[in-house]
């Protein structure tokens, strides 16, 4: 029957609401960082070199983003916990002491949340950054047989000029990052906007600070959006679009190939590793103390046949992925 501010009040002045916000924030901005900083080399190597086996290189490096972040987070916990397949297998190396074991995914899991959505996130902001650089001149190059160094032709001509594409895709992986819910809830890590809404729905009828939270967040959210864009709009550059594609790649030595293949290797290994450690975990009859399961079984995926709700979630699953992408198409 009347309007009021009280719930927001309350909501600044609960040291838990502070504490969830400032660890959201810290997760989005540390996720798009990290992504930043592997997303540009990687951009400048994959628009910039031919090399043997590029469009597989380019297929590969996408594969993380069709992987949803909380799948990874149930393998990545039972490869990084402290008695997970990694520390037990430190252990049995003898580099690790039994009693000390590393905590790998730190702070409760915040770091291994951040790693996560790093390793989900990056193809979206790599899709946007090389497709800008493919748009730029190859001509604007030759600014280095005047003598720029590369690093001075990178930050005076390549950057400016990429950045609107860079903000398109930082602004989504920054999003994202901020209110996934799955990834926390996983680890157990409740201290997170998501989850504080999660855990509120519960109460909607009783307790309006979910809908405070909600609101409160979708503010601060636009209002880092507009003030970004605000600040890039602030600079404008300007290109002719290029006539030509002659000179936009340089062909790759054998050294450079080499190198490169064993960079993206090692990236796809890692960004697909917590995914791989499902599959084990779904063919693992018993995995206790173990690097690896100590008994094997495939059962549970016939459980899944003769299951009634189980197929029932998945033709409902099908069927609204379906009807969402054919929307989306229209």
């Known amino acids: 029957g009347k309007f009021t501010l009280k719930y927001f009040e309350l909501l600044l002045s609960s040291p838990l609401q502070r504490e969830s916000l400032g660890n959201s924030f810290a997760i989005a901005l540390l996720t798009t960082a990290l992504t930043t900083l592997l997303t540009l080399p990687l951009a400048q190597v994959m628009t910039r070199l031919s090399f043997r086996g590029k469009a597989l290189a380019g297929s590969l490096l996408l594969v993380p983003m069709i992987m949803p972040p909380f799948v ?3 393998g990545l916990r039972q ?9 037990l297998l430190l252990q049995e190396l003898g580099l690790v002491p039994a009693d000390q074991p590393i905590d790998w995914l730190g702070s409760g899991g915040f770091w291994g949340i951040v790693a996560l959505q790093v390793l989900n996130l990056y193809p979206i902001l790599f899709l946007n950054v090389s497709a800008a650089m493919a748009n730029i001149d190859p001509a604007l190059r030759e600014a280095q047989n005047l003598g720029a160094s590369g690093w001075r032709l990178f930050r005076t001509v390549t950057l400016p000029l990429i950045l609107p594409g860079y903000f398109a895709g930082a602004i989504i ?19 997170v906007v998501p989850v504080q809404i999660f855990d509120a729905v519960n109460e909607v009828n009783t307790n309006p600070m979910g809908y405070s939270l909600v609101v409160f967040v979708l503010v601060l959210t636009v209002a880092l959006f507009v003030t970004s864009k605000r600040l890039l709009a602030s600079k404008r550059y300007e290109m002719i679009a290029r006539g030509h594609t002659a000179g936009a790649e340089t062909q790759a030595t054998r050294r ?11 990236l796809i290994t890692v960004a697909l590793l917590p995914h791989l450690m499902v599959i084990v975990q779904s063919f693992s009859e018993r995995w206790f103390f173990t690097v690896l399961p100590s008994e094997w079984s495939g059962a549970t995926y016939g459980e899944i046949v003769r299951d009634k709700l189980a197929g029932s979630s ?14 989306d198409l229209v």
Do not use: E, H, Y
């Open 173 to 191: 992986v920054f999003i994202w990052a901020f209110t996934d819910l799955g990834t926390p809830l996983i680890f157990g890590f409740s201290r």
């Open 79 to 87: 490869l990084l916990s402290r008695f997970g397949s990694l520390n």
């Open 314 to 327: 998945i033709r409902n699953s099908l069927l609204f992925s379906s009807c969402s992408a054919l929307l």
């Open 72 to 74: 990874g987070a149930i």
């Open 256 to 266: 450079q190939t080499a190198f490169i293949w064993l960079g993206l290797g090692a």
